[in-house]
């Protein structure tokens, strides 16, 4: 789609909507910076309060993820009615693809319960082409660099805090058996760092940044990088060297090897920062009561195993093809090898068992669109640094998904969808203005 102008008149310029300038939404755009900056410590902070055990952190992060969207949903829906002139209905109606996926699952397998799992899928996505639509159309007014700087905001705060409280408020033990706060297992914290590393490092890189801004996303990106390299994900420096590495090849000129050059070097700081965690934890072990021991094993970068991926990838795609058109309907697998496994670690086969080929194909349609699009970005003349930076992480969403749950969890996915259409519609872009994509 490429609008130039309102529907019915009226120019577009300073990268949104006339439309958008109203209270409602700036107003509502607040609330998504909002979002962005408080979701990863939202879920630190619940952990706390509600005394979490490992793994059920992900009770809240889906839970906290679910009414922010649907809140979101609920205002844009209303703001796109008052300004229904302007907004494109046929957006939300691809919700017809969801719907039936549901329906036809229903009709194929009806005394099936999993398809009740399919309603994540289906919020995700309404939430998808609702944000689209808004920002296309001028509901909410956001720009590029406040989505880009609020998430990086928020997910810098997220690292302060959780070193201090595991370093500074005696809860060494808890780090020990690789229980992050706010996430459970350390290695799920990648489905935050990811984007948020390649935002700070894009945004660093460039030298369109000012000043000042420029040394908080190094900052950002460091801090970032050391809770990263701590975590040992190897499916995070994969998905962040190799997505900088095609935007410097496929970049004209080659002018996005710097891009290249800061992920790598700032994945080595971090991982260089993050080795000295367990020696700082055996210092203060004889406080904590924790067997220094056990601590080192949680930086383990440098193994050379698949942990279990390809069994698991062979399993389930064997079940994927026992129903090929609708799916599962839900991550249940009834494999004895799998069955302790809530997710395949790759979301090209998770999707495909879930939702089949009814599913698999339009999502494969919408992603190589949105490729195709981040292309266009790479090798545009005068690019925008925020958007930029939202379609590179976004990209390094995609790539980390391949061999880790990623844009299974409903929290990634939900900030695959913004930088997405950040990405698509380019709000705020000086010079390009135009919904695009």
Not at 18 to 27: L, V, Y
């Amino acid at each position: 789609m490429c609008h130039k102008g309102r529907r019915g008149g009226g120019p577009m310029h300073s990268g949104t909507l006339q439309s958008a300038r109203a209270p409602f939404g700036i107003w509502c755009g607040y609330l998504l910076y909002f979002v962005l900056f408080a979701l990863p410590i939202s879920f630190a902070i619940a952990d706390i309060l509600l005394d979490l055990k490992h793994y059920q952190t992900y009770r809240v992060r889906r839970e906290f993820t679910g009414y922010c969207e649907v809140i979101l949903i609920v205002l844009l829906l209303w703001g796109a009615i008052k300004s229904w002139r302007v907004f494109d209905w046929r957006v939300p109606a691809l919700m017809v693809v969801p719907l039936f996926i549901l329906v036809g699952h229903s009709l194929a397998f009806p005394d099936d319960d999993n398809a009740r799992a399919l309603w994540r899928w289906t919020l995700i996505f309404l939430f998808a082409l609702v944000f689209y639509g808004a920002v296309a159309g001028g509901t909410i007014a956001i720009t590029a660099r406040g989505v880009v700087t609020s998430f990086v905001a928020g997910a810098s705060l997220y690292t302060v805090f959780a070193l201090v409280y595991h370093f500074g408020w005696g809860n060494l033990s808890e780090l020990n058996s690789n229980n992050l706060v706010g996430f459970g297992n350390v290695r799920a914290s990648n489905r935050l760092l990811v984007p948020a590393l390649m935002c700070a490092i894009v945004a660093f890189a460039l030298p369109e940044a000012a000043g000042r801004r420029r040394w908080f996303f190094l900052a950002a990106a460091l801090i970032l990088a050391m809770l990263s390299g701590y975590t040992g994900s190897r499916s995070t420096i994969m998905a962040l060297v190799s997505i900088s590495i095609l935007a410097a090849l496929l970049s004209p000129r080659f002018r996005y090897l710097r891009i290249a050059a800061a992920t790598v070097a700032v994945i080595a700081i971090g991982l260089a920062l993050a080795s000295l965690v367990p020696t700082v934890i055996q210092l203060l072990a004889s406080t904590e009561n924790v067997e220094p021991g056990k601590v080192s094993q949680s930086l383990q970068v440098f193994r050379y195993s698949s942990s279990g991926r390809v069994m698991i990838w062979e399993t389930i795609l064997e079940l994927a093809l026992q129903r090929p058109a609708f799916g599962w309907g839900g991550a249940d697998f009834t494999a004895d090898r799998i069955r302790q496994f809530s997710n395949a670690h790759n979301i090209i086969i998770q999707v495909f068992y879930e939702v089949g080929l009814a599913g698999l194909i339009p999502m494969a349609i919408l992603a190589a669109s949105f490729l195709l699009r981040s292309l266009k970005i790479v090798r545009a003349p005068r690019p925008d640094m925020y958007v930029t930076a939202a379609a590179l992480s976004a990209c390094a969403i995609m790539a980390s998904s391949l061999v880790a749950p990623g844009l299974w969890f409903q929290y990634s996915a939900f900030l695959f969808v913004v930088l997405a259409v950040v990405a698509l519609v380019r709000p705020g872009a000086p010079g390009e203005a135009d919904p695009l994509g």
